[in-house]
T-cell receptor
Framework: SQTIHQWPATLVQPVGSPLSLECTVE??????LYWYRQAAGRGLQLLFY??????ISSEVPQNLSASRPQDRQFILSSKKLLLSDSGFYLC?????????????FGPGTRLLVL | AQSVTQLGSHVSVSEGALVLLRCNYS??????LFWYVQYPNQGLQLLLK??????LVKGINGFEAEFKKSETSFHLTKPSAHMSDAAEYFC?????????????FGSGTRLSIRP
């Protein structure tokens, strides 16, 4: 069966510091991968998605970037965090073929920028 | 373009009462529709999905949803609410024709259960 991991679970960072959040998927190959942000009391905002290694599409211009160095690894980064980067970050995957319409989510990372 | 509207950002019901969470969608192509549930400080869990088979879809935890094309609705129901059902619920539609099967989420409905 497939599983998706995110770490860290919680992170407190000062403004201006760098960020690296990691997401890995097990039990599948060539998944589509997604990063979402959920601000307090609000819905989900798609930040980035990737259909393959090195292929990143950005949905919203912002202070963040994403990379996919390996097939089942997706990284969210920032060089200098802003207060507005605080939120709950969710990684998700979907299959490349059958069942590709369904996304499955990781446990999330709670980021607080102070 | 596809979109999803969830009616009511907060719904409160008594334990044992009917749960009804409303969702309307807009899509120019046959949609795939989903309901996800999110418990506090957790990721989203798939409750059920409609993929053009039976219009009445049964999911986990006793939930079900009915696809009504004429009303462009996909409302979520549960006959008898349990305290453990308290969570945030998201309706979503899949844009399968995009390059990466993106999902469009509604703004969510917070379900509270009164003892």
């Amino acid at each position: 069966s497939q599983t998706i991991h995110q770490w860290p679970a919680t992170l407190v960072q000062p403004v201006g510091s760098p960020l690296s959040l990691e997401c890995t998927v097990e039990g599948t190959s060539n998944p589509n991968l997604y990063w979402y942000r959920q601000a307090a009391g609000r819905g989900l905002q798609l930040l980035f998605y990737s259909v393959g290694i090195g292929q990143i599409s950005s949905e919203v211009p912002q202070n963040l970037s994403a990379s996919r160095p390996q097939d089942r690894q997706f990284i969210l980064s920032s060089k200098k965090l802003l207060l507005s980067d605080s939120g709950f970050y969710l990684c998700a995957w979907s299959g490349p073929r059958a069942g590709a319409e369904t996304q499955y989510f990781g446990p999330g990372t709670r980021l607080l920028v102070l | 373009a596809q979109s999803v509207t969830q009616l009511g950002s907060h719904v409160s019901v008594s334990e044992g009462a009917l749960v009804l969470l409303r969702c309307n969608y807009s899509s120019s192509v046959p949609p795939y529709l989903f309901w996800y549930v999110q418990y506090p400080n957790q990721g989203l869990q798939l409750l059920l999905k409609y993929t053009s088979a039976a219009t009445l879809v049964k999911g986990i935890n006793g939930f079900e949803a009915e696809f009504k094309k004429s009303e462009t609705s996909f409302h979520l129901t549960k006959p008898s609410a349990h305290m453990s059902d308290a969570a945030e619920y998201f309706c979503a539609v899949s844009d399968l024709y995009s390059s990466a099967s993106k999902i469009i989420f509604g703004s969510g409905t917070r379900l509270s259960i009164r003892p």
